[in-house]
């Protein structure tokens, strides 16, 4: 018989079977053997008094000091005023004599004898020139009736002439100079036809070129 591999094989069971119970038995053996820790038992007296809690210590408050009263300054004394040291006038003593002024009596104005209005009539007559004076009557007759146009610059001008009968019908009536606006020498013939009649001319200008001038101003 062969006692070699057997033996072998029943050593590595046993082996392996310590082992196992080892590892099963050891813990099982602690778990048996595990001191349980001491209980610590504390004992409290519940009768004795609680401490006394101290009183907060107030701080002392020190009162304020008075305050002093301010001096009251003591007046100076007002010095007396000075007598002033009158003294009387001295006394003037003046004449009351009165002196009456004489005046020379003022020459009455002469008597001016009134004037003579018909002297002075041919006097003014004769200093105006009677054209002039004519002139200076019908130009405003022509102006009133002229409706100056707003079209036309200022400035311009036309020049017309025109004659009289010596009852001072307008006989003769044409625009000599005209200002080449249109609308302007319109409006001066318009104004031209207006006027028929006038005061009667001086004999100088009776169916004479009589001019009369239109500006636009």
């Given amino acids: 018989m062969r006692t070699g591999p057997n ?22 053996l602690r778990g048996c053997f ?18 006394a809690v101290p009183e907060p210590i107030l701080p002392t408050i020190q009162p304020e000091p008075t305050p002093a009263k301010p001096e009251t300054p003591t007046p100076a004394p007002k010095p007396k005023p000075e007598k002033p040291k009158w003294k009387p006038a001295p006394v003037v003593r003046q004449d009351k004599r009165i002196t009456r002024k004489t005046t020379a009596p003022q020459p009455q104005p002469a008597v001016q004898p009134r004037p003579d209005l ?30 100056q146009p707003a079209t036309a610059p200022y ?25 080449g606006n ?18 009667a001319p001086p004999k100088s200008l ?6 009369i001038y239109f500006v636009l101003d």
């Fill in 118 to 147: 018909s002297k002075l009539k041919q006097t003014l007559n004769s200093a105006i020139d009677p054209d002039d004076a004519y002139y200076a009557v019908i130009q405003p007759r022509f102006y009133a009736v002229w409706q």
């Fill in 155 to 179: 400035g311009t001008q036309a020049t017309a002439t025109i004659r009289v009968s010596s009852s001072g019908q307008v006989s003769y009536r044409a625009l000599t100079a005209p200002s």
């Fill in 7 to 28: 033996k072998t094989f029943w050593w590595v069971f046993g082996t392996h079977a310590g082992i196992l119970f080892l590892l099963l038995v050891v813990p099982f």
């Fill in 34 to 51: 595990h001191k349980e820790p001491k209980e610590t038992v504390m004992f409290v007296d519940l009768a004795a008094p609680a401490p």
């Fill in 182 to 199: 249109a609308v302007f020498d319109q409006s001066v013939q318009a104004a031209l036809r207006a006027v028929n009649q006038l005061s």
């Fill in 206 to 211: 009776v169916n004479r070129d009589i001019l």
